[in-house]
């Protein structure tokens, strides 16, 4: 081949592609540019512009990627899976990674290495307690509690010190339940490789006890939905539906539902998602738990808005918000009735919105998403001067990879639309250098097409022109569900 | 070895830190006393920088110390040690072809990374995982005494372990990557998934679906598979140490020393005693892994290569139960 194969691909076998990349499970060399994997299908691929051809070679691919011996050579794309935390076995990868990346001595610094002493404590001490001496427990509790307690990690380090320190052996249920919220913390972060590690542990230190263990599932869950690892993360969720019906709890067969819709809604099947979605609200219904009601209300919602359903879309927000109980799903629901009014070309209100949520929001993740959201708003409505202060305040938060990706797709987008096609080139460039670093595919192949098309990109993307389906979701699986997905269900 | 290399140890290289165990009997008074996991075959090399080095001396005192990591690959392979502890960041990155050389000429041999957190070493540390180097110890975090304990009874009995994955592998290949990652890893450490629960839950999975993927996968059940984890590291340390059937059984968290032998007899159709015969522990990995495999599986049909006698022994004890 002369030109990278995915440069001869058509627009719709390009996000075939991204589709089929995102969902090639992590593990798997994974192909850097889409034709290459098989000769027949990097002659299949640029012939393909209907649907049926499309969802055909997609099973066709995703059988090959999980075969074996799967090989690509080609320089572009998506970087080999051994790179991932998670593909390579070293214990406690996730957290040596992010150890490393974040300055000496810096207060996160500190508190990751204090959770990774703790996990390897109670790794170590799980398994034969008698052999550890107190000094290992002792020194770890002085040093979380010499930083005091105004970082949550910190804190919830310092009781499972304080608790290992005891030597109890009914000590392992409260140290789960640190291990817990320290997964949600880091769940709250996007830190989906850490919340993995803790959870797992959390599951392994609590593998007798189902009350604890369906909450470990449910995080670990996440984190592989996170990670797009969809099957192990379905596996969970079975778990939690599972150990629910065991012990008659509504709220663990809730989140293990939750976790199919969203599942099907990540791989893009989306009228499956909102058949599930529908059954699941039935079911809370008939279980008069309104606060979930509202939650898979907001799920439901986000299915609409990426089916381009947009008035339905807004509906099932505004029902969740009047029957939601919790600020956190408060901001995440403003956030995408937020979205959907710019997405209707109500630009002020969504201005009004964004910007009251950014004044109020309890996570970091809505903030960050509240602030690229409220760039293509600016860009739509010609405000440069407003774009400026959300770029200086977004390049220096430290943003998951995916949201990174985004934000400067965003950013480049907004330049390109305002004429400044000379920043709006160098954002798709760091965008691409950005995914292509981590192995987003879906970054790369966007990133590609935005480049290729820059002298048009003023006429495409963002609010006033989109595309019904451009829709990113809040409290969503991270960020990857902005691109528009084929759904194999919808093609004729 | 080279000139430059030295023994810390004064009575045996391949002794690990950790808490002493007393002479069995009156006639060994006179021998110094032994750490409790000693092992004959099992000796350790490091290859560390001076700061690492002193606090690795602390725990383990009998560990053969390389200078260079040229001298430790050749230690390494020359001696067949069985565990290498090694910090990737000495002799400018050199350390790590070492390393990467070494898990090519010798699999079995458990390599373990010994460093600390800085960003510099991190891409030494990626590039060593992808060659198969699945263990790290941090300077100051989890370097206990414990911990290199450890991992040194697991070096020691790698030989036996792999031998019986080895023979489970087509089974293995049959699960999903979790499982199968879980299954190596309580080969691996038995101490920490000591139970079906703690199993499923280190596959990410619940005790019923546990039951039901190892059907699937021809292993006939997962509580036999448990038990074996545990015999098979119980047969190293009855074959290679001079621990006490007693300390075996309290060690691997048995709750009485019967429990273990009962156990050892219903898996293996052998007596613990019996495994002091180099032969008869060759044989322990077929036996368990004809013990595991179901009896209408045919993916493990290579078990079949077993001794005529000793195949025997464990199918009739199989009829027994």
Known sequence: MTEPAHATLTRPSRFAAAELCHQAPIGVVVLTSVAVVDPDLCHSFPKCDNSAHISLLSEHLIFRLRGVGVHVGSRRGFSPAPTTPQALRMHRMSFIRQIAETPENSLQWHALTLTYRALALVDLLSMEAKHVDTSSTAALRDDARSLGDEDAIVSRVAIIAALLHTRRNDCWSEVTIALLELGELFQRSCLSGLALEVSLLALRVSAHDDALAWRAHRVAGWAQRSLGQFDEAAIHYAACIEMGQRLDSVESVFWGRNGFCLLAQDRGNLPRSEALFQRLITWTRKSNRPDLEAHARHGLGITLGLRGRLSDSLQQFEAALRTSTLSIDWGRILGNIGYTYAQLGKLEWARDVFLGLIASASEPYETFIAHINLIEVYAASGQRDEIEPIRRYLEVQPLPAAMSVDFQMTLGRAYAKLGDVVRARRCFERAEALAHRVGIGRGIIEADDALANLPHASRAGGFQNSEPKAFRPLGSREYQNTLPRLSRREQP | ?321
């Open chain 2, 1 to 321: 070895m080279s000139s430059r290399t030295q023994s810390l140890g004064s009575h045996d290289r391949g002794a690990a830190a950790g808490a002493h165990a007393g002479p069995r009997t009156r006639g060994l008074d006179r021998q110094p006393p032994l750490p409790r996991r000693e092992f004959a075959s099992a000796s350790v090399a490091c290859c560390l920088s001076p700061e690492l080095l002193q606090r690795f001396r602390a725990r383990v005192p009998t560990a053969v110390v390389a200078h260079h990591p040229d001298e430790l690959l050749e230690l390494a392979i020359t001696q067949g040690v069985r565990l290498v502890v090694a910090d990737p960041h000495l002799a400018e990155g050199r350390c790590v072809q070492s390393l990467i050389k070494l898990r090519e000429a010798c699999p079995t041999t458990l390599i373990v990374v010994y460093t600390s957190l800085r960003a510099s070493v991190m891409s030494d540390v990626v590039e060593l995982a992808r060659h198969g180097v699945h263990d790290i110890v941090i300077y100051g975090t989890d370097d206990t005494s414990a911990r290199f304990g450890e991992l040194l009874e697991r070096g020691a009995a790698a030989p036996l372990t792999s031998a019986v994955l080895r023979l489970l592998e087509s089974n293995l290949g049959q699960m999903r990557p979790a499982l199968a990652d879980a299954i190596g890893e309580m080969f691996d450490s038995p101490r920490k998934l000591a139970s079906v629960h703690q199993l499923a839950a280190a596959a990410g999975t619940t005790r019923r679906s546990l039951y039901r993927h190892l059907t699937a996968a021809g292993i006939e059940s997962p509580r036999l598979l448990v038990v074996a984890a545990r015999i098979v590291r119980a047969a190293q340390m009855l074959a290679h140490s001079r621990m006490s059937i007693r300390d075996i059984a309290r060690s691997l968290g048995f709750s009485k020393p019967d429990i273990m032998t009962l156990q050892f007899v219903s898996l293996t159709g052998l007596r613990p005693r019996q495994l002091k015969d180099p032969d008869r522990l060759s044989a322990l990995p077929h036996i368990i892994a004809g013990r595991l495999i179901s009896v209408g599986d045919t993916t493990g049909s290579h078990v079949t290569a077993l001794p005529q006698g000793i195949r025997a022994l464990g199918q009739s004890r199989r009829r027994q139960l």
